[in-house]
C-alpha cells in the first residue's frame, strides 16, 4: 500500500451534544466560535488553515492563538513547534516552544511506545487474536496522537486480519476513514465507508450518520458533486457533534446545499433539500444557506446570488471547501442563468442583468459562452440586447410525428400481407422440404 507522507495537521476526540448556532456571517468570521465546532487535530489543521489565508491580520493572530492552545492539549510536539513557527513571536513572550511540555511529552512517549511494542510481541507470541488486535490499534491510537500518521494509517489496517466481529471491523473501517481523511486519501475514505457499510450486522444510527458525511466529504474533495449532494442530505440527524473531530452539522449544510444547488434539477432540488425534513433541521443551523436554496429554488436569483457573494470570504476558509468553490459558484450561477430564461420566448437581457446584478455586457458574454456550450437553445441579438430562444415548432413537429407514424404503419402492413400471402401459397421452409 502507497502512504503519504505525514502532514502537520491537525488530536481527534468525539463528543456528544448539540450543535452551535450558524456562525456565517457576511459580516464577520468569528474564528473562536468556528473553532469551537471541532475537537482534536481537525481543529487546529483548520485555524493553521485560517491563519494562512484569511487577509485580517487580528484574524490571523486569533486563529493562531487557539491553535497553540490546542496543540498544548494534545500530544503532537511536531504540530505544537509548526504552530509556534508560523506565530514567528507575534503574540508576544507567553507563544513560544512550552520545552518543559515538549520533554515531558516525549519522555512519556518513549516509555509508553517501548510498552506497547512489548505488549504485542507478548500477543503474537500467544497468538491471542482479538488482544494482538487491541495491541494494533493501541499502537495506531499512539501514533495518531503524536502526529505519525503514515504509521497510525499502517496500524490500523493492520487491526483487519484480527477482527472477528461486525463491531470491530465498523471501528478498524473509522480509525482507518480519519487517518486517510488527514492524510488527503479520499479513495481510502470511500473504500472503507463501503466495507463498513457491507457488514452484516445492523449498524448504530450515529455510525451511519458518521459514514454518510464521510463518504460525502470524500465526493466533494474528487469532484463528484452530485454524489456528494446525496451522501450529505442522507446523513442522519444523529451526527450533531459526534463527528467533530471530522467534520461539523454546519459543515453538512453548507457543503450539502452548495453541492445540491450545483447538481440537482429542480424537481431533486424540491424533493430532496427543500422537502426534506432531516435535512431542513441541518439547514436550519445555517439561515443563509437555507434562505439561498430557499431563493434560489423561488427564481429569486439575485437574493440567491447575493447570498453566496455574502458568504463567499468565509467559505474560502474552510479547509476542504475553498478548492471547489469557483466551480461550485459558477454552476449554480449557470444553472440559475438556464433556468430563467427556460421559460421564455424572448428576454430582454437589461432586465435580466438588474436581476442578476450584473452589467449588460458581462451578461451577454455569459449567455454567449452557454450557447456556445449548447447549454442554453438562444441566439443574442446584441443591438436590441433581447434574447431569442430557439424553441421547436410545435405545430411542424406533430406533422412530422404524424407522418412517421403513418409511414411505420404503412410498412407494418406491407410485412403483414406479404407473410399472408408466403403461408397461403405454402412458400416456406417445410413446403420446400417436401419438394425435394
Known amino acids: 500500500m502507497d502512504i503519504e ?38 481543529r487546529v489543521a483548520r485555524l493553521l488553515f485560517i491563519a494562512g489565508k484569511c487577509e485580517s491580520e487580528q484574524m490571523r493572530l486569533d486563529a493562531l492563538r487557539l491553535a497553540y492552545e490546542g496543540s498544548l492539549k494534545g500530544e ?6 509548526d504552530v509556534v513557527a508560523k506565530i514567528a513571536g507575534r503574540l508576544g513572550p507567553r507563544y513560544v516552544v512550552d520545552q518543559a511540555w515538549s520533554d515531558a511529552v516525549e519522555r512519556r512517549s518513549l516509555v509508553r511506545k517501548d510498552k506497547l511494542d512489548s505488549e504485542l510481541n507478548g500477543y503474537k507470541v500467544n497468538l491471542i487474536k482479538e488482544s494482538i488486535r487491541m495491541g494494533y490499534n493501541d499502537i495506531g491510537d499512539f501514533h495518531y496522537a503524536h502526529g505519525h500518521l503514515s504509521e497510525a494509517l499502517k496500524s490500523y489496517i493492520r487491526t483487519r486480519d484480527y477482527c472477528t466481529t461486525s463491531k470491530h471491523v465498523v471501528q478498524m473501517c473509522l480509525n482507518v476513514i480519519l487517518v486517510s481523511v488527514e492524510l488527503g486519501q479520499f479513495m481510502h475514505v470511500s473504500n472503507y465507508v463501503s466495507k463498513a457499510e457491507q457488514t452484516p450486522d445492523d449498524l448504530d444510527p450515529v455510525i451511519v450518520a458518521k459514514l454518510r458525511a464521510a463518504a460525502g466529504l470524500a465526493y466533494l474533495e474528487t469532484n463528484k458533486y452530485k454524489l456528494a449532494a446525496r451522501k450529505f442530505i442522507e446523513t442522519g440527524l444523529e451526527l450533531r457533534n459526534n463527528y467533530s473531530e471530522v467534520i461539523s452539522p454546519q459543515d453538512v449544510a453548507v457543503y450539502g446545499a452548495l453541492c445540491a444547488l450545483a447538481s440537482f434539477d429542480r424537481s431533486e432540488l424540491k424533493s430532496k433539500v427543500i422537502d426534506n425534513y432531516n435535512f431542513r433541521n441541518f439547514l436550519e443551523l445555517v439561515p443563509e444557506v437555507r434562505e439561498l436554496v430557499n431563493d434560489f429554488y423561488a427564481s429569486r436569483y439575485g437574493s440567491c446570488l447575493g447570498y453566496l457573494e455574502k458568504l463567499k470570504s468565509n467559505l474560502l476558509l474552510d479547509i476542504h471547501l475553498h478548492e471547489h468553490l469557483e466551480v461550485l459558484y459558477k454552476d449554480i450561477r449557470h444553472k440559475a442563468i438556464i433556468q430563467y430564461t427556460f421559460p421564455f420566448i424572448s428576454v430582454d437581457l437589461n432586465t435580466m442583468a438588474v436581476a442578476f446584478k450584473t452589467t449588460v455586457s458581462l451578461l451577454e458574454k455569459e449567455l454567449a459562452a452557454l450557447i456556445t456550450d449548447n447549454k442554453i437553445q438562444a441566439r443574442i441579438d446584441s443591438h436590441n440586447k433581447i434574447l431569442y430562444a430557439n424553441h421547436a415548432d410545435q405545430r411542424n413537429g406533430t406533422f412530422q410525428r404524424a407522418l412517421q407514424t403513418g409511414n411505420e404503419f404503412e410498412r407494418d402492413v406491407k410485412f403483414m400481407l406479404l407473410r399472408a400471402n408466403l403461408l397461403k401459397h405454402e412458400y416456406n421452409q417445410k413446403a420446400a422440404e417436401k419438394r425435394v
Open 5 to 42: 507522507d505525514e502532514l502537520p495537521i491537525a488530536p481527534a476526540s468525539a463528543g456528544g451534544g448539540e450543535p452551535s448556532q450558524a456562525l456565517l456571517s457576511g459580516d464577520q468570521f468569528d474564528v473562536e466560535v468556528y473553532a469551537a465546532q471541532y475537537s482534536g487535530r481537525t
Open 76 to 81: 503532537d510536539t511536531a504540530l505544537h513547534r
